[in-house]
C-alpha cells in the first residue's frame, strides 16, 4: 500500500485551482476563482498585466528557517559534575539545577536562523514538502555537520534539528495565491 503524501493532501484541502489553463472557446471545467468561472491563470497572458498593460506588482513572502545542532547525549557531562554540599533540600536542588544549567550553556553548538524570501508559489510549496519529508533536513546535514564540527565535540553524537513554522508557511501560501489571483483577475 502506498501512504499518501501529507504535504500534497494538505495542498489538496487549502488550495483553490488557479493554474488550470483555460481550454480553446471556453473555460475548463473547475477553473478560477470559485465565485468566478473563466478567470484561468493563462487568460491574462500566464497572468502577467491587469488588462491594461500594466503589470501588477508581484509580492513574495519570507519564511524563517531555523536550524540547531545539539549534543545527542548530556548524561555524561552531567553525571558526577552536578553536586552539592548544601544542607537545606530546596538551596541543595537550586545549586544542582544551577551547575547543571551551566554546563548544558557551555555545551550550546549554536543556531542559524535563516530568512528566505518566496516568489513563486511552487517554490515555496518544494520547499514545504522537503522540510516536512524530511529531505530538507538531510540535505542540511551535509552543510552544517562538517568534519570541522565532528572534530570539535570528539566521540560524541550530534543532531541537527530543523524548524520551519507552519503558520508563516500558511500566511506566505496564502500571499503567493493572492498573486496569482491578482495576476488572473480580468
Known sequence: AVCP???????????????????????????????????????????????????????????????????????????????????DPLERQFERFNQANTILKSRDLGSIICDIKFSELTYLDAFWRDYINGSLLEALKGVFITDSLKQAVGHEAIKLLVNVDEEDYELGRQKLLRNLMLHTAP
Open 5 to 87: 503524501d501529507l504535504v500534497d493532501k494538505y495542498l489538496e484541502e487549502t488550495s483553490i485551482r488557479y493554474v488550470t489553463p483555460r481550454a480553446p472557446g471556453g473555460a475548463a471545467p473547475g477553473l478560477g476563482h470559485p465565485h468566478k468561472s473563466g478567470s484561468g491563470l493563462w487568460d491574462q497572458g500566464c497572468g502577467i498585466g491587469n488588462g491594461n498593460g500594466i503589470p501588477k506588482e508581484k509580492q513574495s513572502c519570507d519564511i524563517r528557517l531555523r536550524v540547531r545542532a545539539e549534543y545527542c547525549q548530556h548524561d555524561s557531562a552531567l553525571h558526577g559534575n552536578v553536586f552539592s554540599n548544601k544542607q
